[in-house]
């Protein structure tokens, strides 16, 4: 399975951003689908997930800023960040957990840069 994020770039504080992230290959049955970020100097951190029912769940540091949602037929899962801050800055990776494999896929990356 392989997993490609697109959408980054460079905004002002405040503006919006809208990822994507698409899965292909031999594909099983993807259950959750997730977004982590690592800012420079920090660890990866869990942004928001997102069931294959439809069930989110974010950090709080992005609640009412961030919205996750997905296509099951597309397999694939979108991110919308409004708002955003310089802190927000960081490599977003997408993440999928293919239940036919029993394991999680990763995608390479996309760098979201707010500047302030």
């Known amino acids: 399975v392989q997993l490609q994020a697109s959408g980054g770039g460079l905004v002002q504080a405040g503006g919006s951003l809208r990822l994507s992230c698409a899965a292909s290959?031999?594909?099983?049955?993807?259950?959750?689908m997730r977004w982590y970020r690592q800012a420079p100097g920090k660890q990866r951190e869990s942004v928001a997930s997102?069931?294959?029912?439809?069930?989110?769940n974010y950090v709080d540091a992005v609640k009412g800023r961030f919205t996750i949602s997905r296509d099951n037929a597309k397999n694939t899962v979108y991110l919308q960040m409004n708002s955003l801050k310089p802190e927000d800055t960081g490599v977003y990776y997408c993440?999928?957990?293919?239940?036919?494999?029993?394991?999680?896929?990763w995608g390479k990356g996309t760098l979201v840069t707010v500047s302030s």
């Open positions: 290959g031999s594909i099983f049955r993807i259950n959750a």
């Open positions: 997102i069931t294959r029912g439809g069930t989110t």
């Open positions: 993440n999928a957990e293919d239940v036919g494999y029993g394991m999680e896929f």
